[in-house]
T-cell receptor
Framework: GQQLNQSPQSMFIQEGEDVSMNCTSS?????WLWYKQDPGEGPVLLIA?????ELTSNGRLTAQFGITRKDSFLNISASIPSDVGIYFC????????????????FGKGTKLSVIP | DARVTQTPRHKVTEMGQEVTMRCQPI?????VFWYRQTMMQGLELLAY????????DSGMPKDRFSAEMPDATLATLKIQPSEPRDSAVYFC?????????????FGNGTRLTVT
């Protein structure tokens, strides 16, 4: 099956710093999604990307769909304590984008810790 | 806000017992997923349904796991008999259409502990 390599696995940053994380694959993806999971809860969608090169923002979060369609990154600017959590990328590979198909591959997550 | 509802939130059971987890997808969503999350494996897709019909359950151990959708508002995941290695958080998620027009929405999970 398709695999997504998400990095870094974990990071500790000072409050106020910017954060960057990314996902890469050897396969082409048609859709990239970024989720955040707080402890004891399910992942919540942050940003969805649908076109190569697309750059989308949601408040202090910005995500981009790589031009090669094999990667995506998520940036968080001016981090605050509530940014703590696990961030997941997810994508639908071109191979699995047939009519009506809903096959998503998830990265293993980036655990973010923010030091006040 | 519409949300996916899962019950129970926590379940502790002894090895060999049957476990049933339930999910109410978001009203109007016709695609329902079951995922399992562990520290080692991350999020693994167990099964997914479209319009109540199973489309893919290749990620599910067939000998002990079963997933059904008795109606459009209820999805169930059963484990019989349960084993300690089944301990994990099980998430239900729902959507309609494809990822292009409907991102996945997750419930808050059922944390299963099998002793």
């Amino acid at each position: 099956g398709q695999q997504l390599n998400q990095s870094p696995q974990s990071m500790f940053i000072q409050e106020g710093e910017d954060v960057s994380m990314n996902c890469t694959s050897s396969s082409i993806f048609n859709t990239w999604l970024w989720y955040k999971q707080d402890p004891g809860e399910g992942p919540v969608l942050l940003i969805a990307l649908y076109k190569a090169g697309e750059l989308t923002s949601n408040g202090r979060l910005t995500a981009q769909f790589g031009i090669t369609r094999k990667d995506s990154f998520l940036n968080i600017s001016a981090s605050i304590p509530s940014d703590v959590g696990i961030y997941f990328c997810a994508g639908q590979g071109a191979r699995y984008s047939g009519a009506g198909s809903y096959q998503l591959t998830f990265g293993k997550g980036t655990k973010l810790s923010v030091i006040p | 806000d519409a949300r996916v509802t899962q019950t129970p939130r926590h379940k502790v059971t002894e090895m060999g017992q049957e476990v049933t987890m339930r999910c109410q997808p978001i009203l109007g969503h016709n695609t329902v997923f079951w995922y399992r999350q562990t520290m080692m494996q991350g999020l693994e897709l167990l099964a997914y349904f479209r319009n109540r019909a199973p489309l893919d359950d290749s990620g599910m151990p067939k000998d002990r796991f079963s997933a059904e959708m008795p109606d459009a508002t209820l999805a169930t995941l059963k484990i019989q008999p349960s084993e300690p290695r089944d301990s994990a958080v099980y998430f239900c998620a729902s959507a309609w259409g494809t990822p292009k027009n409907s991102p996945l929405h997750f419930g808050n999970g059922t944390r299963l502990t099998v002793t």
